[in-house]
């Protein structure tokens, strides 16, 4: 079956993605990005900015941002990358990946033009496959060096999460890791708490993660559970009350309701020879959550104890 593409009020072309459980997921070819993802009770489960700016040349604010080829301001490029900024084409041959023929996933491509030659000399081809399925959303991307020569790259996808309060909210997996603090020029902590709740800004880069974060709303009784493979850490940020005042493209409240946790690799960048070619994987899921002493059991969600 054919792509079910549509084009929003700005013209900017939206693929649209759904399951037979009634959920769905929006897909833009501008940044190749993720800007809704609902479940079969078709509430949102991605955070969007109200203030986001839907205008090429801008990032959205919202969603899944692809930060490639660099995290933050950690790179010659402009803040964490050029490929939010870029309208992806469609990939037509997403080998090694097996094909898929329904309306419930969509592989798209970025590649380097003339005009990202000069700010970042390097020539590549970006790969992402989104898939969705029932309550479960799964990003696979891939970076190719078609270059002569190697090339080193930070990568990150942004999860803007929508949370009932980001006061209610615990994430739990991170526990005795270490973290650079962004708010503290990049200084290496050690996590000291038992799971990670929010108070004040945050903004950070977990070291060696796990393969499994889980972020737990209390409020909405649901649990996000992040599985990710070949990005090692993870970036957690809110911008909290100042900041998200500061920024033209948030509204001065909506801070309470969002969460940004990331499948990144930072600390270490990615290098890769001529022709060779990086895979990573991240898939976000959805579970129901019980209160168990005020809690989520952590090992039920974290290990699959049963």
Known sequence: MPLNMVHDADGLPRI???DPTGSSAEVLLYGGQVVSWKNERREELLFMSSKAIWKPSKAIRGGIPVCFPQFGNL??????GFARNKLWSLDSDPSPLPPTNNQSSVDLILKSTEEDLKTWHRSFELRLRITLSAS???LISRVRNTDNKPFSFTFALCNYLSVSDISEVRVEGLETLDYLDNLI???RFTEQADAITFDG????????TPSKIAIIDHEKKRTFVLRKDGMPDAAMWNPWDKKAKA?????DEEYKSM???????IETPIVLKPFEEWKGYQELSTVSSSYCSGQLDPRKVLYGFH
Do not use: F, N, Q
Not at 75 to 80: D, I, K, P, Q
Not at 259 to 265: Q, W
């Open 16 to 18: 649209i993605l759904t």
């Open 75 to 80: 790179g010659s490029t402009e803040r964490h």
């Open 136 to 138: 479960k959303l799964t």
């Open 185 to 187: 020029h990049r200084e």
């Open 201 to 208: 800004e945050v903004d950070r880069v977990y070291l060696s």
């Open 247 to 251: 920024l033209p493209d948030m509204g």
């Open 259 to 265: 969460l940004c946790v990331d499948s990144a690799s």
